[in-house]
C-alpha cells in the first residue's frame, strides 16, 4: 500500500515559478512510473510529465516541455515538480501518481497505481 501526499501548489503570477512535491510512504518499487497529471475544471486529466524510476528517463507534455523538470529524491522518498515561466492555462490541480502502464511504450497510460489527494495550482495573468 502507498500512501501520496503533494504539497506546493499556490496561487502565483504568470511568469514565476513553483515548486511541487509528493510524499512517498509504502513499498514503492513495483511501481515503477511516478508522474504528475493535472485536471481544469471541464477538462480531462492530462499527462504532465512522467518519471521511469528505475532508470531515471523522463517525458514531458508538449505544452510543459523547456518550463517544468520533473525529478525524485529516493533518499527523502519525494518526487517533485519544478515548475518555472507559469502560464494561467497551467491551472489545475495536480496529482501525483506511482503507477504500473498499459504499455512500456505508453508511459503515459495508468494501468493500475496509486494517486495523491492533489494540490491546487492557480497562475493568474
Known amino acids: 500500500q502507498l500512501q501520496l501526499v503533494e504539497s506546493g501548489g499556490g496561487s502565483v503570477q504568470s511568469g514565476d515559478s513553483l515548486r511541487l512535491s509528493c510524499a512517498v510512504s509504502g513499498y514503492t518499487y513495483s511501481m515503477y512510473y511516478m508522474g504528475w497529471f493535472r485536471q481544469a475544471p471541464g477538462k480531462e486529466r492530462e499527462g504532465v510529465a512522467v518519471?521511469?524510476?528505475?532508470?531515471?528517463?523522463?517525458y514531458y507534455a508538449d505544452s510543459v516541455k523547456g518550463r517544468f523538470t520533473i525529478s525524485q529524491d529516493n533518499t527523502k522518498n519525494t518526487l517533485y515538480l519544478q515548475m518555472n515561466s507559469l502560464k494561467p492555462e497551467d491551472t489545475a490541480m495536480y496529482h501525483c501518481a506511482a503507477y504500473v502502464p498499459e504499455s512500456d511504450y505508453d508511459p503515459w497510460s495508468f494501468r493500475f497505481g496509486y494517486w495523491g489527494q492533489g494540490t491546487q495550482v492557480t497562475v493568474s495573468s
Open positions: 518519471i521511469y524510476t528505475r532508470g531515471g528517463s523522463t
